[in-house]
Structure formats: C-alpha cells, structure tokens
Nanobody, 120 residues
Framework: QVQLVESGGGLVQAGESLRLSCAAS????????MGWYRQAPGKQRELVAA???????NYADSVKGRFTISRDNAKNTVYLQMNSLKPEDTAVYYC??????????????WGQGTQVTVSS
C-alpha cells in the first residue's frame, strides 16, 4: 500500500501564490511519475502537471508559465509552486504517484485532495 499526504492548499486572492506538497510513503521501491490533478465543481478531473523520476515535466496549457512542478526523490515528495493564481484555478487539487513495490507490484495512488480557492 502507498499513502500520499498533501498539504499547502488554502484561500488566496488573485495574483498571489501557493505551494502544494505531497509526500509518498509505504511499500515503495521505485517512484515513477508523480503529478498533480485538479477538479473544479461540475467538471472532470484534469491533469495540471506531471514529472518523471528523471525530471521531465508536462503542464496543462492553462498553467504553463505560472505553475512549476518539482520533486525530491530522496523524500518521495512532489511540489507544485503556483504563482499568479487566477479564480479559474479554484479546485480540489489531488496528488498522484505511480510506484513499484519491493515485490514488483505496480500502484497508482491518489492523495485525499487539498482545496485551493482563489478570490477575485
């Protein structure tokens, strides 16, 4: 089993910044891709940003230039620095991790979600 614990959400005004963190723990031998998704009310969950174990990144067009994803492989932790936040960034943000256990089982795990609210 793998547990993902997120932190860093909150209420900010448009133009401000937030930093999300997500720490993975449990039966982990290898952590492959880690990423952040978000889901706004009435909308489908969408990819915000992802990062491979080698550091390659992928961003949604709507956040390019404003958000930066990074990771600390030694801590199995992924971060999302969100700058110049807009009201349309308001959503529940979920962490995702693709891991392999010592017994070679593959897991795709989700965090519990953290609310980000941006007021205009």
């Amino acid at each position: 089993q793998v547990q993902l614990v997120e932190s860093g959400g909150g209420l900010v005004q448009a133009g401000e910044s937030l930093r999300l963190s997500c720490a993975a723990s449990g039966s982990i031998f290898i952590t492959n891709s880690m990423g952040w998704y978000r889901q706004a009310p009435g909308k489908q969950r969408e990819l915000v940003a992802a990062i491979t174990s080698g550091g390659s990144t992928n961003y949604a067009d709507s956040v390019k230039g404003r958000f930066t994803i990074s990771r600390d492989n030694a801590k199995n932790t992924v971060y999302l620095q969100m700058n110049s936040l807009k009201p349309e960034d308001t959503a529940v943000y979920y962490c995702n991790a693709q891991t392999i256990s010592w017994s070679q089982r593959h897991f795709a795990s989700w965090g519990q979600g953290t609310q980000v609210t941006v007021s205009s």
